[in-house]
C-alpha cells in the first residue's frame, strides 16, 4: 500500500509540473505582451510611450529572458510565494482577486460529485437489477437527456422558470442581505438554500453518464459465477446482491472522479456564468476576454491541480476499495 | 476398461455467438457491413436517431433553399417579435397576420401584438433573399415565404436585431453541424495515429503515450479552452477562427479515440489471426492495414459516432460564452448568446429554441451511436 | 436401498427470442447415498444444467418448467422433498446444508474482493448457529483438510493470490464446511492442468470417504468418470440415455450411443491400426430436436420405421436402464 501512495504521489508531482508548463505556454500564446497591451492603452488615450520605458517595463517584468527562465521564474513564484502573477485588467495581483471565487468553485463541485453519487448509483443499481423494467427505460431515457442537454441550456431554463413562474432570479449564492456580510450562520444557511440550483444544473450530466456506467457494470456482474456461487450458499437474494455484484460494481465510485471532476468543473464554469455565480467562471470568461493571461493561466493552474490532487485521493481510496488493486504493488 | 483422459468430443459448449458470426463471417455468408446493419436495425431508437438526423444534415446542406430569409436579413422594427402562425383561408390562401408593436411610455418595453388588419401572403417556392447553392450557382428561391419579398416572415420569432430565428436556425446549423465531424475527423487522424503507435509498440513509447493522456484528461477541458480560446487573435476572420476552434477541440477531444484503438491493438495483437498474418511473412503496415484495422473498424466507427455530439456541444458552449465563432458567423452556439441575458429570454422565450435543436441532434446522434456500438458488438 | 436424490422428468427450456431450446428436457436419474454419480455427455448435452437446476439456480432466460426433485432425508421411510416445489426460504436451507456446489472456474467462482476466509465463515454462520471465531476456526480447519498449505495464513489472503489449483482446493473446502449430504461438482477439474486435475480427483474421493457425503460429478470426460464414479449417467440432447455402476456402463455399455463414445476414446495400449472412431454425424442443432430416438440420425444400429417414430422409454437391461428400442418393450408418446 506505501509503494502504491508512493508511486501515486510521485506521478502526481510530475503531473502538476506538465500542467504547470502547459499552463505558462497558454499564458505567453497570445501574440505580444503585456508591453503590447501598455502601448495599445497608450495609444488610445492618444499618448507616446519612449522606447526606454519600454524596455524597463520588459526588464521589469523579466519579458527580456529567454522563454524558460522567465517560466522558471514564475513557478518558483507561485511555489514559493503564491505568487500568481498580475491581473493587467484588474492591476491587481491574481492571488487576491481568486482566493474566495476557487474555494466557492470548489465547494460547488464537489457538492455536485456528492449530488450525482448519491443520484447515480442507486438509480444505475435498480436499472440493472431490474433490468428492462418500467424504471429501467425511464432512467435510461432520462440518462439520455442528461446526456444530450448542455449544462448552460439547462442553466437557461431554470433561470427562466424561476424568473418566469415565480417571479425572482434563482441566480448568485447570495440573498442580497447576505451578499456582503461577514460568514455566519445566517449567511451559510443563505448559502445552502441557494447552491442547490446550480448544483443539480452541474450535475445532470454527469449522473446520466454515472447511471449508465454503473447499470453496465452490474448487469455485467450480475450473472458471473461468484453470484452464482453465493446464491448456491443460501444468501437471501439482496443480501447477496448487496454483497458481491453490487459491491464489485461500485468500484466506479471511485474510479470515476478521474472524469468526472473535470467534467463538472467545467460544467461549473458554464453554469456559474448564466446564473452569475460569484465562483471562478465569470471571472476566468472575463479574463479570457480580454485576454489577461495571468489571470486566465492561474485559473487553469488551480483548478487542474485541484483535480489532479481530487483524482489521486480517489485512486487511494479505491485501493483501499478493491484488494486487487491495493496488493498490486506489495510483491515486487 | 477405459483408461485415459482424453476430450470425448470437440467442444462445441463454449462456442461463443461473436464465434458463430466470426465463422459465418468467414464462410462469406454474411458480411460485416450487414452484420451490423442488421443488428442496428433491431435498434429501434438508433432508427429513430437517423431519420431524424438524415433530413437535418439535407436541410443544412441546402440551407439557401429552406431557409426563409438571409441569414442577416433584419426588420429592425420588429425586434422579439413572437413567432406567427400559419393560417389557411380560402379567401387569401395560405397566410400569416402582420404584427403591430406598441411601445410602452414609462419602460420603453415593446410589445407586438397579432394584427389581424395586416395579411402577409405566404407561399410554396416563393423568390426572396439570393444565395448560393454548392458553391457557384446562384439562386433565389426559397421553400416557403412571403410571397411579396420583404415582408416579416418569423415561423419561430424575431432576434434582438429583427432577423428571423427560423432562417438563423437553418443557416447555423451548417456550422454546428459540421464543426462536430470536421473536428472528429482531426481528432480521429491523432487518435488513430497516437493510439496506434501506443498499442502497437507497446511497451515503454505505450507507457508514456498513456501517461500523457492521462494527463490531458485530467484537465478541466472548459477551461482549457477557454484559455486556448483567449490566445486566439481577435482580428482572424470567421473561417480561420471556425478551423482554429475546431483544431483546438479536437486536440483535445482525441484522447478517448487513442485509447479505444490502443485497446484494440492491444487486444488484437495476440490474436491468432495476426500471429498468422505474421508468420506468413506479411510485413508490419500489411498487418496493420491489411488485418488489424479492417476488424476494429466497426468499433471505432461506433466510437467515432459517439464523439461527434460531444464535438457538438462544445463548439455550443463555447460559442455560446463568446469565446467560439464570433457574429457575423452563425452557429447554434452564436444564436444562443443572444439568450444569455435572461431578461430578453423571459420575454422572447422562443431564442431558446436553438438550444432544443442541439438538444434533439445530440440526443439523435447519441442514439444512433448507441446502435451502432451495439451492432458494432452484437453479443456485448 | 433408497437413494439420496431423485430427479424425475425435469425439464429447463431456454426462452429465447428466437425460439425455445430444450436444453434439459425430462431427465431421470439418481443419486446413490455415500457414493459417486457420475454424469457424463458430450457438450451442450444439458448436464451442467441439471446440476445448476437441482439447486433451482438456472438465471434467464433458462426456466424450470416441469419435473421433480426429490431429496430424501436420512431416516427410511419419511417423505422426501421436493425441491422444485419447495418454498425459497426452505430451499435456501438446502443449500449448502444439505447440497453445496463446486464450479468449474475457481477464479470466477470466488468473489476477488473478499478473502477466502470471509467466504467460508460466510457460509458457515448463515447455517449454523456459531461465533465468528468458530466459524474461522472451522474456515482454517477445513483449508488445512484440503491440503492447503498454512492455512492461518491463507485464510486471509484473496483468491487472486492463491494458484489455480489451490483455489479450487479453497472452493471445495468452502462446499464442504458445512458438512453437506451432496456435493455437485460442476466440471471441477476441466480448467486445470494434468496433474492437478488428479490431485483435485483424489482430494474429493479421500474427502467423500471421510464425509460419508455422495458426489454427482459432472464431466466430458470419460476418464474422470472411470477413475471416480461408481454409478454413470450418460445424458444426450437434455435426456439420460443410460444410467447403471460404472463398471458395467462403461465396459458393457447397452446405448449404441454409450457404445460410440466409449470408442472414441483412446487407450493404453492400444493400436496404432485401430483409428479412435468419433461419434458419427454431428449433435443437431437446437431448435430442432429429432422425432422419435433423438439420437437416431447419428445411431449405427438406426431401425427405420421404428427409432425415428417412437420414443424409447427407460427399460432395465442387467443392471442398466437404458433408453433404447434395441431393449425391451416399446411405447408410444
Same mark, same amino acid.
Given at each position: 500500500m506505501l509503494r502504491f501512495v508512493a508511486r501515486r ?6 503531473? @502538476? ?25 497608450? !495609444? ?11 524596455? !524597463? ?37 491574481? +492571488?487576491?482577486?481568486? $482566493?474566495?471565487?476557487?474555494? @466557492? ?22 436499472? +440493472? ?12 431515457? @432520462?440518462?439520455?437527456?442528461?446526456? +444530450? ?36 450562520? $445566517? ?7 441557494? @447552491? ?25 456482474e450480475?450473472?458471473k459465477p461468484y453470484v452464482a456461487t453465493a446464491?448456491?450458499k443460501?444468501?437471501? !437474494? ?5 454483497k458481491y455484484p453490487?459491491r464489485m460494481s461500485l468500484s466506479?465510485?471511485f474510479s ?24 471562478? $467562471?465569470?471571472?476566468?470568461?472575463? +479574463? ?27 485512486d487511494l481510496a479505491l485501493a483501499w476499495w478493491d484488494p486487487r488493486i491495493r496488493t498490486r504493488f506489495q510483491k515486487g | ?62 440551407? &439557401? ?130 493510439? &496506434?503507435?501506443? &498499442? ?121 460564452? &463568446? ?58 | 436401498?433408497?437413494?439420496?436424490? #431423485?430427479? *424425475? ?52 432466460? =433458462? ?11 436420512? %431416516? ?9 416445489? =419447495?418454498?425459497?426460504?426452505? /430451499? ?7 447440497? =453445496?456446489?463446486v464450479f468449474q472456474e475457481p477464479m470466477a467462482s470466488l468473489s476477488l474482493v473478499h478473502t477466502i476466509g470471509d467466504q467460508i465463515i460466510e457460509a458457515v ?7 465468528k471465531?468458530?466459524a474461522r476456526d472451522r474456515a482454517i480447519e477445513m483449508l488445512d483438510r484440503v491440503g492447503i498449505p498454512d492455512p492461518k495464513r491463507r485464510v486471509d489472503s484473496y483468491p487472486f493470490q492463491l494458484s489455480g489449483g489451490m483455489r479450487q482446493r479453497a472452493m471445495i473446502a468452502m462446499a464442504l464446511s458445512? *458438512?453437506?449430504?451432496? /456435493?455437485?461438482?460442476?466440471?471441477p477439474t476441466t480448467a486445470l492442468d494434468?496433474t492437478t486435475q488428479?490431485q483435485i480427483?483424489?482430494l ?5 470417504? #471421510?464425509?460419508?457425503? %455422495?458426489?454427482? /460429478? ?6 474422470? %468418470? ?15 440415455? #443410460?444410467?447403471?455402476?460404472?463398471? %458395467? ?26 483409428? /479412435? ?41 442387467? #443392471? ?10 416399446? =411405447?408410444?408418446?
Amino acid at each position: 500500500m506505501l509503494r502504491f501512495v508512493a508511486r501515486r504521489l510521485v506521478w502526481m508531482v510530475i503531473t @502538476l509540473a506538465a500542467i504547470s508548463f502547459v499552463t505558462f505556454v497558454v499564458i505567453k500564446l497570445p501574440p505580444g505582451d503585456y508591453t503590447t497591451t501598455v502601448i495599445a492603452n497608450a !495609444e488610445a488615450r492618444g499618448q507616446d510611450i519612449p522606447d526606454s520605458q519600454i524596455a !524597463e517595463l520588459k526588464r521589469h517584468y523579466g519579458l527580456d529572458k529567454p522563454f524558460i527562465v522567465q517560466y522558471l521564474t514564475w513557478i518558483k513564484g507561485v511555489v514559493l510565494h503564491g505568487d500568481l502573477g498580475q491581473s493587467f485588467a484588474w492591476n491587481q495581483s491574481v +492571488a487576491s482577486l481568486i $482566493g474566495n471565487r476557487v474555494l @466557492l468553485s470548489m465547494v460547488l463541485s464537489i457538492a455536485s460529485l456528492l449530488f450525482v453519487w448519491a443520484i447515480a448509483f442507486p438509480i444505475g443499481i435498480y436499472s +440493472a437489477l431490474r433490468q428492462y423494467s418500467g424504471g429501467d427505460y425511464l432512467a435510461s431515457f @432520462l440518462g439520455f437527456i442528461g446526456m +444530450a442537454v448542455p449544462e448552460f441550456m439547462l442553466a437557461l431554463v431554470m433561470m427562466y422558470i424561476g424568473f418566469r413562474y415565480f417571479g425572482q432570479s434563482v441566480g448568485g449564492l447570495f440573498s442580497p442581505e447576505y451578499a456582503d456580510a461577514a460568514w455566519n450562520l $445566517g449567511k451559510l444557511l443563505d448559502l445552502i438554500s441557494h @447552491l442547490w440550483v446550480p448544483i443539480v444544473v452541474v450535475g445532470v450530466a454527469g449522473t446520466a453518464g454515472l447511471i449508465r456506467i454503473t447499470r453496465a457494470n452490474l448487469l455485467d456482474e450480475l450473472h458471473k459465477p461468484y453470484v452464482a456461487t453465493a446464491r448456491a450458499k443460501g444468501l437471501p !437474494e439482496w443480501k447477496l446482491l448487496l454483497k458481491y455484484p453490487v459491491r464489485m460494481s461500485l468500484s466506479p465510485f471511485f474510479s470515476t472522479v478521474g472524469w468526472l471532476l473535470p467534467g463538472l468543473i467545467s460544467g461549473e464554469t458554464i453554469v456559474s456564468v448564466v446564473m452569475s455565480l460569484p465562483t471562478s $467562471g465569470p471571472l476566468l470568461l472575463g +479574463a479570457v476576454k480580454s485576454q489577461d493571461m495571468y489571470l486566465v493561466g492561474s485559473f487553469v493552474l488551480i483548478l487542474s491541480t485541484l483535480t489532479v490532487i481530487g483524482t489521486m485521493l480517489s485512486d487511494l481510496a479505491l485501493a483501499w476499495w478493491d484488494p486487487r488493486i491495493r496488493t498490486r504493488f506489495q510483491k515486487g | 476398461m477405459v483408461q485415459q483422459t482424453e476430450a470425448i468430443a470437440p467442444d462445441t459448449q463454449h462456442e461463443t455467438p461473436q464465434e458463430v458470426v466470426k465463422s459465418l463471417r468467414d464462410h462469406g455468408a454474411l458480411p460485416q457491413w450487414r452484420l451490423m446493419w442488421r443488428q442496428f436495425r433491431r435498434h429501434r431508437l438508433a432508427l429513430i436517431g437517423l431519420i431524424v438526423l438524415i433530413p437535418i444534415y439535407f436541410m443544412a446542406i441546402f440551407a &439557401g433553399f429552406f431557409a426563409p430569409s438571409s441569414a442577416d436579413t433584419a426588420h429592425t422594427a420588429l425586434p422579439y417579435a413572437p413567432p406567427q402562425r400559419v393560417h389557411v383561408s380560402a379567401e387569401h390562401g395560405m397566410f400569416v397576420y402582420g404584427y403591430s408593436s406598441t411601445r410602452n411610455q414609462e419602460t420603453f418595453e415593446q410589445t407586438f401584438t397579432v394584427d389581424k388588419s395586416k395579411i402577409v401572403d405566404v407561399g410554396w417556392f416563393v423568390r426572396g433573399d439570393e444565395y448560393s447553392i454548392l458553391g457557384p450557382i446562384k439562386s433565389n428561391i426559397h421553400l416557403i415565404g412571403p410571397t411579396k419579398a420583404g415582408e416579416a416572415f418569423f415561423l419561430v420569432g424575431s432576434d434582438q436585431s429583427g432577423r428571423d430565428l427560423l432562417s438563423r436556425l437553418i443557416h447555423g446549423a451548417r456550422v454546428s453541424l459540421s464543426i462536430g465531424l470536421v473536428g472528429v475527423f482531426a481528432s480521429f487522424l491523432l487518435g488513430m495515429l497516437i493510439g &496506434g503507435i501506443s &498499442g502497437y509498440v507497446g511497451g515503454r513509447v505505450d507507457n508514456i503515450i498513456q501517461r500523457i493522456i492521462e494527463f490531458i484528461m485530467s484537465v478541466p477541458t472548459l477551461p482549457l479552452w477557454m484559455a486556448l480560446s483567449a490566445a486566439l487573435p481577435g482580428s482572424w476572420g470567421p473561417l480561420t477562427r471556425y478551423f482554429a476552434i475546431t483544431v483546438i477541440l479536437s486536440l483535445i477531444g482525441w484522447t478517448g479515440l487513442a485509447r479505444d484503438v490502443r485497446g484494440r491493438f492491444l487486444s488484437l495483437r495476440e490474436e491468432d489471426f495476426v500471429m498468422a498474418a505474421r508468420l506468413d511473412g506479411v510485413g508490419r503496415t500489411g498487418i496493420i492495414f491489411g488485418h488489424m484495422v479492417p476488424s476494429f473498424a466497426s468499433h471505432i466507427i461506433a466510437s467515432i459516432s459517439m464523439a461527434v455530439p460531444r464535438m457538438i456541444l462544445a463548439e455550443t458552449s463555447l460559442s455560446f460564452l &463568446g469565446l467560439g465563432l464570433q457574429p457575423p458567423a452563425v452557429s447554434w452556439g452564436v444564436l444562443l448568446e443572444g439568450a444569455q441575458n435572461i431578461r430578453a429570454v423571459a420575454t422572447a422565450p422562443w431564442l431558446l429554441t436553438p438550444g432544443l435543436a442541439v438538444v434533439v441532434v445530440v440526443l439523435a446522434m447519441n442514439f444512433v451511436g448507441d446502435g451502432l456500438r451495439d451492432a458494432a458488438d452484437p453479443y456485448k | 436401498m433408497q437413494p439420496l436424490l #431423485e430427479v *424425475r422428468e425435469l425439464r429447463t427450456h431456454f426462452e429465447l427470442g428466437d425460439g425455445v431450446v430444450k436444453a434439459v428436457d425430462g431427465v431421470s436419474l439418481s443419486v446413490p447415498r455415500g457414493r459417486t454419480l457420475a454424469v457424463v455427455g458430450e457438450s451442450g448435452c444439458g448436464k451442467s444444467v441439471t446440476a445448476r437446476s437441482i439447486l433451482r439456480l438456472v438465471e434467464k432466460p =433458462a426456466r424450470i418448467v416441469g419435473g421433480e426433485i426429490l431429496l430424501y432425508d436420512d %431416516a427410511p421411510d419419511t417423505k422426501p422433498l421436493d425441491l422444485l416445489a =419447495a418454498k425459497d426460504k426452505r /430451499l435456501r436451507q438446502v443449500r449448502w446444508a444439505d447440497i =453445496a456446489m463446486v464450479f468449474q472456474e475457481p477464479m470466477a467462482s470466488l468473489s476477488l474482493v473478499h478473502t477466502i476466509g470471509d467466504q467460508i465463515i460466510e457460509a458457515v454462520r448463515l447455517h449454523e448457529n456459531v461465533g465468528k471465531q468458530e466459524a474461522r476456526d472451522r474456515a482454517i480447519e477445513m483449508l488445512d483438510r484440503v491440503g492447503i498449505p498454512d492455512p492461518k495464513r491463507r485464510v486471509d489472503s484473496y483468491p487472486f493470490q492463491l494458484s489455480g489449483g489451490m483455489r479450487q482446493r479453497a472452493m471445495i473446502a468452502m462446499a464442504l464446511s458445512c *458438512r453437506p449430504r451432496l /456435493l455437485i461438482a460442476d466440471e471441477p477439474t476441466t480448467a486445470l492442468d494434468v496433474t492437478t486435475q488428479a490431485q483435485i480427483l483424489d482430494l474429493l474421493q479421500d474427502l467423500q470417504q #471421510e464425509f460419508g457425503m %455422495a458426489i454427482m /460429478l459432472i464431466t466430458h470426460d470419460l476418464g474422470v %468418470a472411470a477413475q471416480v464414479a461408481d454409478e454413470v449417467a450418460v445424458m444426450y440432447l437434455g435426456e439420460v440415455v #443410460e444410467q447403471g455402476p460404472a463398471s %458395467a456402463v462403461l465396459s458393457h455399455p447397452k446405448h449404441p450411443y454409450t457404445q460410440a463414445l466409449v470408442r472414441s476414446v483412446p487407450r493404453l495400449g492400444q493400436r496404432g491400426q485401430d483409428r /479412435l472412431v468419433a461419434v458419427r454425424g454431428t449433435v443437431p442443432p437446437p431448435y430442432e430436436r429429432p422425432t422419435g430416438c433423438r439420437f437416431h440420425p447419428r445411431c449405427d444400429s438406426f431401425m427405420a420405421g421404428k427409432c425415428d417414430v417412437t420414443v424409447p422409454v427407460r427399460v432395465r437391461s442387467d #443392471e442398466i436402464d437404458v433408453a433404447c428400442l434395441l431393449y425391451g418393450e416399446e =411405447a408410444d408418446r
